[in-house]
């Protein structure tokens, strides 16, 4: 079983600026915690298909370290931070349902 910590979530910071108007770059990061380092790194390896195929504005990386994978989300507005959030946050709780099956 993992436990999910969220930070800075639906927040913003000042990315440069474009004719009078600042460009806003958002971000979210969720860490997820395991029982053992093999779960982190096939939970991070079911996704890879889907890091491959980018969500529109959307920049995600994983970082594994141990029994922890941290999961960062970077889009250039709000909007689009909000579903990158809900459809990887989807697809790590299908990933844990299968392996909990197996």
Known sequence: MSLLRKQGVLQGT???C????KRMTHKATFLFFFSFAKDASIIAQS???EI???IPKSN???FI????LTMTIESE???????ACNSYLRWIQTA???KQLI
């Open 14 to 16: 000042t990315n440069g």
């Open 18 to 21: 474009q004719t009078h108007q």
């Open 47 to 49: 996704l890879s298909p």
């Open 52 to 54: 491959k195929h980018k």
């Open 60 to 62: 995600v990386t994983f």
């Open 65 to 68: 370290h141990e029994k922890q």
């Open 77 to 83: 507005d709000i909007s689009s931070l909000r579903a």
């Open 96 to 98: 844990l349902s299968v």
